[in-house]
């Protein structure tokens, strides 16, 4: 269900998405495989918490009804979240948490890689400095699903596992919609197949360095992030996370 | 402090006569203030006493990160939330340099990291204790941050180089640590409603006697300070660093409008310094001996996540071996 112009609509779905993702990361704090990783999934989740700030600023300032980037990220309802339905999946073993972290990556690089040259400026800004942080993550996320796909027998098994839970929420990479069409029509987002195309060719090298087969493109199963419909993990997620802001909406941190 | 109670396995410091040539050498160079680097030589005890206590620090640091992590999910803002999780980036940052440290000790991080698991080696009592409201995240921030800095701040002076250096780079990411967890709690008492008011009091209540018992047994039941001491592994005594914390941390108790739990607590013109209550030592050596609120859940948590990385690291290592065969071939 669009509540606001496409842009917005948009600002929302890369928000969230980053929000989403990083709270995830979160998650893994003192639980990680060695330190070396507590400090990289943290760092990871910072750079992304921080992007989603950015996203959410603007699209607080295009809303402009008294509510900031905080009230969106911290106040707002399940069915109004707009973020894909990959991110919101539970971390389960690091197999699923890298392969989820990876398939992501390689489709903000894509996007933001593009976003650069955005007609608007001011996404165009956002997502030069966001790229910078994603050219990392996706470099991390790749050598580690090849590491796991290339190292024992056990590592392959969790990652083809891990692939075959998750692959079909990118189907979402995949679609298009009003708000795609017109966006780019603007010339404000790429155009989607080419984009698309740019994530499966990706997807499918790294896959192939690791040694896991490519699944098919997945098929839509009638929920949508972008619209609010999610799985049902992502109400238990906002609910922690949003805690304090609903427990003590007139308090100031 | 995070190093509480470290063994030198001394009973009794030597004086310069009878030390052996070496020895004597050693002690020497210690008097003059030359650092001991890791090719140099020293004595046994020496050499595991700092394997101890750098251990015990970094251990204190990874776990020191659980109770933070208990509300980084749930901080209340943007602003709050990256902070928190940038400070505890840091914290395993500071892990990985301290481990790094003592392993030019000769010591090996994963038996380290083994002993601490088994409970043989120590960390911090204060990680013992639960967080429980999101004052706790400022009061951690202010209190036990502030108590390991006045330690690590004598530190940075320490008698060995490469722990004297480690400790040069985290005291400038601690203090900003404490800056932000007290600012946590001055925003809460002068911005906040009644609730956060009360969190942030009930923080203190809970995290004010662990944070004094961060500095160690007091003087008169510290068997290891006097070696260490005349190492200048440690610069200063625990009684004296815990009087240092009192005397600079009530001026900022006051300015926030809080109290602290000690009826006792009052400044004393003719000392120059703040009089504070007797600390409950039982509880000091109950929390070490393991039987603290939340001993079993950290270790078990840490435990947990070196035993279910065990495929991870074993992949990792696989694969680069892989890659070195392929390279060759």
Request: with cysteine; glycine share 6%; hydrophobic share 40%.
């Amino acid at each position: 269900m669009k509540k606001y112009d496409e842009l917005t609509e948009f600002l929302l779905r890369m928000g969230d998405s980053a929000l989403v993702q990083g709270q995830r990361l979160c998650e893994w704090c003192g639980r990680a495989p060695a330190l070396e990783e507590e400090m990289a999934l943290m760092n990871v989740g910072l750079d992304l918490v921080g992007q989603a700030r950015n996203w959410l600023d603007y699209a607080a300032q295009r809303i402009n009804d008294g509510r900031d980037a905080d009230m969106l990220a911290f106040r707002r309802d399940e069915r109004d979240y707009r973020n894909l339905l990959l991110v919101e999946q539970p971390n389960g073993d690091f197999a699923v948490t890298m392969s989820k972290q990876f398939l992501y990556d390689a489709w903000q690089f894509h996007l933001l890689e593009a976003l650069t040259e955005s007609a608007d400026q001011q996404v165009a800004a956002i997502a030069a400095k966001s790229l910078k942080e994603v050219i990392y993550h996706l470099r991390r996320s790749s050598e580690w699903v090849e590491r796991l796909g290339d190292g024992t027998e056990e590592s392959h098994q969790r990652m083809a596992a891990a692939i075959d839970t998750l692959w079909r929420f990118t189907f979402e990479f995949q679609e298009t919609d009003a708000v795609v069409d017109s966006l780019s029509e603007s010339g404000i987002i790429p155009d989607a197949g080419a984009l698309k195309q740019q994530w499966q060719q990706t997807v499918a090298k790294v896959f192939t360095d690791a040694t896991l087969s490519v699944p098919e493109d997945a098929r839509s199963f009638y929920l949508s992030g972008r619209e609010g419909m999610h799985t049902e993990h992502l109400g238990i997620l906002l609910a922690e996370m949003q805690f304090l802001q609903r427990a003590y909406p007139d308090a100031s941190w | 402090m995070y190093a509480q109670m470290v063994d030198t396995g001394v009973k009794q410091v030597k004086s310069l006569d009878e030390m052996d040539a070496e020895e004597r050498a050693f002690q020497q160079k210690i008097d003059a203030e030359v650092k001991i680097e890791a090719k140099n030589w020293m004595p046994e005890g020496y050499r595991k006493t700092l394997i101890r206590q750098i251990s015990q620090h970094a251990h204190s640091e990874v776990v020191g990160m659980l109770p933070e992590g208990n509300w980084v999910t749930r901080a209340p803002t943007f602003k709050r939330k990256l902070q928190l999780m940038a400070k505890i980036q840091d914290e395993a940052g500071h892990g990985l340099y301290l481990y790094s440290a003592m392993e030019t000790l000769g010591a090996d991080r994963d038996e380290e990291i083994d002993k601490l698991h088994s409970g043989k080696a120590k960390y911090s009592s204060i990680f013992n204790y639960p967080t429980l409201n999101w004052a706790d995240m400022g009061a951690v921030g202010w209190l036990v941050d502030g108590a390991a800095i006045v330690n690590q701040v004598v530190l940075q002076r320490t008698s060995y180089g490469p722990y004297s250096r480690a400790m040069i780079r985290i005291c400038k990411e601690e203090s900003f640590h404490q800056r932000q967890g007290y600012e946590i709690l001055l925003h809460m008492m002068q911005h906040g409603n009644e609730a956060q008011k009360e969190m942030v009091q009930d923080a203190i209540n809970r995290l004010w006697w662990p944070s004094l018992m961060m500095f160690g047994p007091s003087d008169a039941d510290s068997p290891n300070s006097a070696q260490s001491m005349a190492w200048k592994i440690k610069r200063h005594t625990n009684d004296e660093l815990r009087q240092r914390f009192i005397d600079q941390t009530v001026p900022q108790l006051e300015f926030l409008g809080c109290t602290a739990p000690d009826p006792d607590l009052k400044w004393n013109e003719e000392r120059g310094h703040y009089d504070f209550g007797v600390i409950n030592w039982q509880e000091f050596y109950d929390v070490l001996k393991g039987y603290g609120p939340c001993n079993r859940e950290r270790i078990e948590t840490r435990r947990q996540a070196i035993d279910n990385g065990a495929w991870v690291r074993e992949a990792a290592v696989a694969h680069a071996n892989k890659k070195k065969q392929r390279s060759v071939a």
